[in-house]
């Protein structure tokens, strides 16, 4: 069950409450358990949500989770808790979210370093609810965790309209906020691949290119400021481990240069990675990446995924090969793209240079005949360059038919003119006599071991 808490001080947050109220069929239910103020009262019940309304503002409200569920002594936890709220800034028309607490002091509501339960699956889901229901003009984005309440008693996210009187009052902002809620039906809290984001500003775009465009969600987001009001990460390690524990994740995206939070967060055990690191991983079980990054290079030393390491399974089997290094450098000159695709195609992960752009060995496969398909792919690469490409026992042969100066010069042509037509191909006349290009060509065989 979602949990929806709606808070009479917040007119945004009111007028979201209605459009919810308008766009599903909701059963009114009486709490004489609770004061209306505090939940209490008339709420609503429909399939997998219950919606409740409180006198205060949510970011003062603690433990809001108890409110939820039937009266009498036998109510049920929810399994995330939505709040949905105004945004205030100078954002224009927004559509935002957040997960709540406090890595330093305590300004508005929560206690000091405390942080409540994120949901990084949900609001991952969430963002993609919102780039499809915003309407015209408005942005959809995320924010660093900035405010209370530290204690909500599950997972728990705001989600917010913004960011001023227009839009608060805007019935097509709040019903696309309503929309985005409802999309939740069936969302899981957390996911298996979840990180913490250090760094950055309040508004955080880094975040949204890892939701959209990995399969990594993202919990609590401490941005620059909040770590200025955090402190030194090494007297603050305890505020740094509840981020790991309340976000469901043991891996760090660090903003900027950070050595004393990146020191800190090793000693406590989790890892800190790259934006690439998380979209290479992509797809990729981690136990795979563990033992190829042990066997081959690290992710930030240039080790790439091929297309068989997507659905492999953590313990996949396979072999660390070399490639024929002629033969490869051959093909890289010719057409660099067209030799990392057929290694990329065929490799469970291969190493790389020049900024990752160019394919290298060695490589994972997940069997020798996958290696000889990538030299086989390779030949084909030469093929554009050579007139004949021919496989024998340990070689590539590439035969090519080129014009050979020292034929020309023997039958007397001079150099010129005379000697670019016939590496054209066309035939040159000196005097009574004609040149067949023919007749100045020599055929080179060229041999790449593999």
Same mark, same amino acid.
């Given at each position: 069950m979602i949990a929806i808490v709606v808070s009479r001080a917040d007119s945004a947050s009111e007028h979201i409450g209605d459009r919810l109220l308008e766009l599903a069929d909701w059963e009114p239910r009486e709490d004489d358990a609770r004061p209306d103020g505090a939940g209490g009262g008339t709420y609503y019940r429909r399939d997998g949500f219950e919606l409740r309304t409180f006198d205060d503002l949510h970011l003062e409200i603690e433990d809001v989770a108890d409110a939820f569920g039937e009266p009498a002594g036998s109510r049920a936890t929810p399994d995330l808790l939505v709040f949905v709220s105004r945004h205030s800034g100078e954002t224009g028309p927004l559509l935002t979210a957040h997960f709540t607490g406090n890595f330093g002091p305590a300004e508005f509501g929560g206690t000091?370093?405390?942080?409540?339960?994120?949901?990084?699956?949900?609001?991952?889901?969430?963002?993609?609810?919102?780039?499809?229901?915003?309407?015209?003009?408005?942005?959809?984005?995320?924010?660093?965790?900035?405010?209370?309440?530290?204690?909500?008693?599950?997972?728990?996210?705001?989600?917010?309209?913004?960011?001023d009187e227009p839009q608060w009052d805007d019935p097509e902002g709040a019903r696309a906020v309503a929309r985005a809620v409802l999309d939740l039906e069936g969302v899981e809290p957390h996911r298996?691949?979840?990180?913490?984001?250090?760094?950055?500003?309040?508004?955080?775009?880094?975040?949204?290119?890892?939701?959209? +465009?990995?399969?990594?969600?993202?919990?609590?987001?401490?941005?620059?400021?909040?770590?200025?009001?955090?402190?030194?990460? +090494?007297?603050?390690?305890?505020?740094?481990?509840?981020?790991?524990?309340?976000?469901?994740?043991?891996?760090?995206?660090?903003?900027?240069?950070?050595?004393?939070?990146?020191?800190?967060?090793?000693d406590l055990g989790y890892d800190v990675v790259s934006e690439t690191w998380l979209r290479e991983t992509t797809g990729v079980a981690l136990g795979l990446v563990e033992a190829l990054e042990a066997d081959l290079a690290s992710v930030a030393e240039g080790l790439r995924f091929g297309d068989p390491a997507t659905g492999a399974g953590p313990d996949a089997d396979y072999e660390v090969v070399g490639l024929p290094g002629k033969l490869l450098a051959e093909a890289q000159g010719i057409d660099p793209d067209a030799v990392r695709e057929a290694v990329a195609s065929r490799a469970l992960a291969f190493e790389t240079e020049q900024g990752a752009s160019r394919a290298a060995g060695p490589v994972a496969v997940r069997a020798t005949a996958h290696r000889d398909a990538i030299v086989d792919a390779l030949a084909d690469v030469l093929a554009r360059k050579y007139d004949s490409i021919e496989r024998s026992d340990g070689a590539i042969l590439a035969r090519e038919v080129a014009f050979d100066p020292e034929k020309a010069e023997t039958l007397g042509v001079?150099?010129?003119?005379?000697?670019?037509?016939?590496?054209?191909?066309?035939?040159?006349?000196?005097?009574?006599?004609?040149?067949?290009p023919e007749a100045v060509r020599t055929e080179r065989v060229h041999e790449f071991p593999v």
């Open positions: 000091a370093g405390g942080l409540a339960e994120a949901c990084p699956n949900a609001h991952a889901e969430l963002l993609a609810a919102f780039d499809e229901h915003a309407p015209g003009g408005y942005e959809v984005g995320t924010e660093c965790t900035h405010h209370g309440p530290s204690s909500v008693g599950v997972p728990s996210m705001f989600v917010e309209l913004g960011s298996d691949r979840q990180v913490v984001a250090f760094g950055g500003g309040h508004y955080a775009p880094r975040v949204e290119r890892i939701v959209r +465009e990995t399969d990594w969600a993202v919990g609590h987001v401490a941005a620059d400021w909040v770590l200025d009001a955090m402190g030194a990460p +090494e007297a603050n390690r305890d505020v740094l481990g509840r981020a790991f524990a309340a976000s469901g994740a043991d891996r760090a995206v660090v903003d900027g240069d950070r050595p004393e939070l990146a020191a800190a967060i090793a001079p150099e010129g003119p005379a000697f670019g037509k016939l590496s054209a191909g066309e035939t040159v006349t000196l005097g009574d006599r004609e040149i067949d």
